[in-house]
Nanobody, 123 residues
Framework: QVQLVESGGGSVQAGGSLRLSCVVSGRTLDRYYSGWFRQAPGKEREVVAIVGRDPGNIRYADSVSGRFTIPRDDAKNTVYLQMNNLKPEDTAVYYC????????????????WGQGTQVTVSP
């Protein structure tokens, strides 16, 4: 049984930084494509960043490229989302996800989801 537990959300002013953490239990993280989706109020869920089995294989949404990074610590079985230069439009619930096999930016392709953590960015 794979479980994903997120932490690190909160409120910050525009231009600030937050780091989200996702601890994966039940399997070693390097077997999975893992990363983050987000959903803002009234908007569809969207992919933010995904890291492949090779930690150098990373894809970012255009909206966060250059501001967010997705480090992974295999010793801790943890994937992070380092968010810098946050903007009000980054306000959303952020979800950690994992799947086996191949990259996808389609949420239903992901087998495992965390509970979500709220990120609020004020102007």
């Amino acid at each position: 049984q794979v479980q994903l537990v997120e932490s690190g959300g909160g409120s910050v002013q525009a231009g600030g930084s937050l780091r989200l953490s996702c601890v994966v239990s039940g399997r070693t993280l390097d077997r999975y494509y893992s990363g983050w989706f987000r959903q803002a109020p009234g908007k569809e869920r969207e992919v933010v960043a995904i890291v492949g089995r090779d930690p150098g294989n990373i894809r970012y949404a255009d909206s966060v490229s250059g501001r967010f990074t997705i480090p992974r610590d295999d010793a801790k079985n943890t994937v992070y989302l380092q968010m810098n230069n946050l903007k009000p439009e980054d306000t959303a619930v952020y979800y950690c996800v994992a799947k086996i096999g191949y990259y996808s930016d389609y949420g239903p392709d992901y087998d495992y989801w965390g509970q979500g953590t709220q990120v609020t960015v004020s102007p």
